[in-house]
């Protein structure tokens, strides 16, 4: 079955930076179009960035340019590089298989604190 495992959280300053890493196991993932999705405390799940199996990216207006999404399919591994975070930033980040986040694994913790 499709299992998803993210890591790499943790809590930074803001002006920092860190990589979110995605497990993927149970389907064939060089033919995925990955999602990263993030839901802050209080709020609906948001999208943040999506790559496509050609390495397209889409990233939402809040984190365009601060945020680069990226994939190794050797490794069936999907990135999130997320520079310059901001407190808005603070959220559960879930790598997922759609943009809705139905399918996606248990989350990582990113807290952007001073």
């Known amino acids: 079955q499709v299992q998803l495992v993210e890591s790499g959280g943790g809590s930074v300053q803001p002006g920092g930076s860190l990589r979110l890493s995605c497990a993927a196991s149970g389907f064939t993932f060089r033919n995925a179009v990955m999602y990263w999705v993030r839901q802050a405390p209080g709020k609906e799940l948001e999208w943040v960035s999506r790559i496509n199996i050609y390495n397209h990216t889409m990233y939402a207006d809040s984190v365009k340019g601060r945020f680069t999404i990226s994939r190794d399919n050797s490794k069936n591994m999907l990135y999130l590089q997320m520079n310059n975070l901001k407190f808005e930033d603070t959220a559960l980040y879930y790598c997922?298989?759609?943009?809705?986040?139905?399918?996606r694994g248990q989350g990582t913790q990113v807290t952007v604190s001073s």
């Open positions: 997922a298989m759609d943009n809705s986040g139905t399918t």
